[in-house]
């Protein structure tokens, strides 16, 4: 049964760093869209990075493109998510979901991979706290 089990969450101070990663089992990632999302409490899912299957595109929110790193390492069948500078307003359950769309992404194409609607495996979350 395909599985996404995401880790590395946990409570950081204003200004620092997490890196969190996303293991797959009962599928390989190769051939997948992989995507990180967050919700904080009464806010809905967004998209904050994703990463293409097919090149290896990046694809970044825009309130957190600089601070944000999203890799892939299929040889690992896991994902990463590098978050620095963490703010306050970053607090929340990260989810990383797997889309199976293997083709290229971006405005050439019209598709975007930001959107929580074309995945179909999700994590059960990690959640990231930030407070000094």
């Known amino acids: 049964q395909p599985q996404l089990v995401e880790s590395g969450g946990g409570v950081v101070q204003p200004g620092g760093s997490l890196k969190l990663s996303c293991t797959a089992s009962?599928?390989?990632?190769?051939?997948?869209?992989i995507g990180w999302f967050r919700q904080a409490p009464g806010k809905e899912r967004e998209g904050v990075a994703c990463?293409?299957?097919?090149?290896?595109?990046?694809f970044y929110a825009k309130s957190v493109k600089s601070r944000f790193t999203i890799s892939r390492d299929n040889a690992e069948n896991t994902v990463y998510l590098e978050i620095r500078n963490l703010q306050s307003e970053d607090a929340a359950v990260y989810f990383c979901?797997?889309?199976?769309?293997?083709?290229?992404?971006?405005?050439?194409?019209?598709?975007?991979?930001?959107?929580?609607?074309?995945?179909?495996?999700w994590g059960r979350g990690t959640q990231v706290t930030v407070s000094s």
């Open positions: 979901a797997a889309w199976d769309f293997y083709g290229p992404l971006g405005l050439s194409t019209g598709r975007t991979c930001l959107g929580p609607d074309d995945y179909n495996y």
């Open positions: 009962g599928f390989t990632l190769d051939y997948y869209t």
């Open positions: 990463i293409s299957s097919s090149d290896g595109s990046k």
